[in-house]
């Protein structure tokens, strides 16, 4: 039944069998085994996708109940009432470094039993296709099968080392980027040379031209901390650098307004109490880190 409820949600037998960790001809036999023995057919199968019969779609709110029912009494039959299982959590690369893998790590540390897989990424990653529980996302949310938790915003900033702008002097307009060395960063998604700035009342780009570009932007801060040019990043990376007096700010006053950063998890189910308490865990520490001002 728990298959069959994973197989419908993800549309498919292969993304169940992500999300369930099994193979996906362990999936597609469960589901033909619940067949046989309901005598009726769940699935209309194609090459393509696999869509719900009138039969599947009754039997899949009375199945969700009984799941979500059956991983009660399992959760209240746990004596010691510690959490069990695995979680799959996914963070942009740079942000889960920095701020999910320590609250991970302690989180496992107080509950032993449960196990974490966190992929770092960055990419917009399918919940439903790639099995993830919960989500850290820097983004305006349109997705309306998530449910999520504002954690705080940053802002897109430029910096660089105080040793350059004493060297090329600090630009004054975002035009002034035109005769400065520019640090870009490349990563999977692609890239602009475009860099948006915003001045209060209206909005406008500027060209630039990178001297360096790189696809790793611990090492694009690294390079301009040694004094190769200026560099665009999000406020939460740049922290270290600027509490260290490594890199300042410039041309603050033109900062595009702020994103916001979200804790997502897949609406629609009851999660389990190993991934409400990571839930809670994670917003208890991480809201209020990143307020708007930073």
């Known amino acids: 039944m728990t ?58 709110e009375r199945a969700r109940r009984v799941v979500a029912g059956y991983a009660a009494l399992r959760e209240a039959a746990d004596a010691s009432g510690d959490p069990v299982g695995p979680i799959v959590v996914t963070a942009p690369e740079m942000f889960g470094r920095m701020h999910v893998l320590p609250l991970a790590q ?30 850290f996302r820097i983004a305006h949310l349109a997705d309306s099968s998530l449910r999520a938790v504002r954690l705080g915003e940053v802002r897109r900033a430029l910096c660089a080392s105080p040793d350059y702008l004493a060297r090329a002097g600090a630009p004054d307009d975002p035009a002034d980027l035109a005769r400065h060395r520019i640090i870009a960063v ?18 406008r780009s500027v060209q630039v031209k990178p001297q360096l570009a790189v696809n790793s932007m611990q090492a694009a801060l690294e390079a301009a901390a040694r004094g190769g040019g200026i560099v665009r990043a999000l ?25 916001p950063i979200h804790l997502a998890h897949p609406a629609g189910r009851h999660p389990p109490l190993r991934i409400r308490l990571f839930i809670d865990y994670a917003v208890a520490r991480l809201k209020g880190r990143f307020p708007a001002s930073s």
């Open 235 to 259: 406020s939460y990376q740049l922290a270290p650098f600027e509490a260290s007096g490594a890199l300042r700010r410039v041309l603050a006053a033109f900062e595009p307004p702020p994103t």
């Open 106 to 135: 302690e989180f496992m540390d107080a509950h032993p039993r449960v196990e974490i897989s966190l992929l770092l990424l960055n990419r917009l990653v399918s919940f439903v296709d790639e099995g993830v529980d919960v989500g």
């Open 3 to 60: 298959i069959f409820v994973a197989v419908a949600e993800h549309g498919s037998f292969v993304g169940a069998s992500r999300r369930l960790g099994r193979s996906s001809t362990a999936v597609s036999r469960a589901v033909a085994a619940l067949e046989d023995d309901l005598g009726v057919e769940l699935f209309t199968r194609t090459t393509r996708a696999n869509a719900l019969t009138v039969a599947g779609q009754l039997y899949l």
């Open 186 to 203: 490349t990563d999977a998604r692609p890239f602009s040379t475009r860099w948006r700035f915003h001045n209060g009342r209206s909005e």
